[in-house]
């Protein structure tokens, strides 16, 4: 089944935050910004937001996100668009889906969202993150799509959550259908919640088929791997494949088996907080590519 972005769809989707942005069709194909716009592109990167949270170092999650979003916001040239990688909210309730919807709706560019394990809990959990998140180029949450040079690959890893993160044979098949049709000198950028590559497997750090999806992207000679999950920022390499982990907007966990298990760094001073919370801008400019975390504090 195909699921990748038609410039019809993006184009759509941008109607979808009410922003009243102006996108046009270049002569690539490609939707661009009006001509007046920066030659650079450049998009940010928000994840684990954990809206629901209301326990130490973090009783309020949301405005923390809400700092982040104001940040974004008040930057001089508005990014592309903003991706959420995941754990929007913290335990996939209504509730806590109508508040993240209601900070995230202020933001001035146009918002994505892939989920992350907090927001598929329960029986009803994926439907719920589906009725908020729904994609009509997404019936199965993954999708991709090109912009500025680049083309993105937006996947879904969370399932069987519970050990690691899961890719799944049929998001497997496509994408390797969907990288297929790509030059290897395309800049690609691939979007998931839990990382691709084992970062600390005691701990379920890792993607249980994700070495799969690493072999098809070494073929290409610019790729950056962007996700979430375990809330703190690190750097990896394998072969031409780059993979940066970001920190949350809600709380740190501790570096990969510096305490007895993942979590909150409950004990995290208060006026410490803000330092271990960011949003990550990137940007692309003749195919290169340059990221920069940003600290709320």
């Given amino acids: 089944m195909k ?4 410039r019809t769809d993006f184009l759509e989707h941008v109607g979808w935050t009410g922003l009243g ?17 920066a030659d650079t592109l450049t998009f940010v990167q928000i994840s684990d937001s954990h809206i629901g949270f209301h326990q130490a170092p973090n009783t309020n999650p949301e405005s923390t996100l ?3 979003v104001d940040a974004i916001n008040a930057l001089p040239v508005q990014p592309k668009f903003v991706i959420h990688t995941g754990d929007v909210t913290h335990l996939s309730k209504p509730a806590q889906y109508d508040s993240a919807k209601q900070i995230l709706g202020t933001l001035r560019a146009p918002l994505m969202v892939i989920p992350g394990e907090h927001d598929v809990i329960g029986d009803d959990g994926l439907k719920t993150y589906f009725q908020n998140f729904a994609r009509k180029d997404a019936p199965g949450g993954w999708y991709s799509f090109d912009l500025g040079g680049a083309h993105y690959v937006a996947i879904v890893n969370v399932f069987n959550f519970e050990k690691m993160g899961l890719i799944g044979k049929e998001q497997l098949d496509w994408v390797r259908k969907d990288l297929a049709a790509q030059k290897s000198s395309t800049p690609i950028i691939v979007f998931g919640h839990v990382p691709l590559y084992t970062v600390y497997q ?6 249980e088929d994700g070495a799969q999806v690493i072999s098809m992207l070494q073929r290409f000679d610019n790729v950056t791997v962007l996700n ?11 072969g031409k494949v ?5 920190a949350g907007t809600a709380y740190p966990q501790p570096a990969p088996g510096m305490a ?3 979590g909150p760094v409950a004990d995290l001073p208060p006026d410490k907080l803000l330092s271990t919370l960011a949003y990550r801008q990137i940007t ?3 195919g290169k590519i340059a990221l920069s975390d940003k600290m709320l504090g």
């Fill in 3 to 6: 699921r990748a972005m038609k």
């Fill in 21 to 37: 942005l102006a996108y046009t069709i270049g002569a690539s194909g490609l939707v661009t910004a009006p001509a007046s716009a």
């Fill in 66 to 68: 809400k700092m982040a």
């Fill in 202 to 207: 005691p701990w379920g750090w890792l993607t």
């Fill in 228 to 238: 979430g999950h375990i809330h703190q920022i690190l750097e990896h390499t394998e």
């Fill in 242 to 246: 780059q993979f940066r982990t970001a």
């Fill in 260 to 262: 007895a298990a993942p």
């Fill in 284 to 286: 692309i400019d003749g």
